[in-house]
């Protein structure tokens, strides 16, 4: 399902300093999975335009056909 212009659309776009989402492909859609360990250091501006990067993220890849779930992965 991760297309070409996908890959595309997902790399034209640039993280905020050390921050970065893994994006999995499950052949009918895909997740962009966030760590929660990444926003645990942040100030609250920092996780502001992290939540926009990932917004435009799945926007970008809805525009270009993909069906996209945003998860987190809890601490434990």
């Known amino acids: 399902m991760y297309t070409d212009a996908m890959r595309r659309a997902f790399h034209s776009i640039v993280p905020p300093k050390n921050f970065g989402v893994n994006l999995i492909d499950n052949d009918t859609f ?14 609250h501006d920092e996780k502001i335009e992290s939540i926009k990067y990932v917004t435009q993220l799945k926007k970008a890849l809805e525009m270009e056909g993909a069906i996209v779930l945003v998860t987190r992965e809890p601490l434990r």
């Not at 895909?30 to 100030?43: A, G, P, V």
């Open 30 to 43: 895909l997740t962009i999975k966030l760590s929660e360990r990444s926003f645990l250091n942040m100030s």
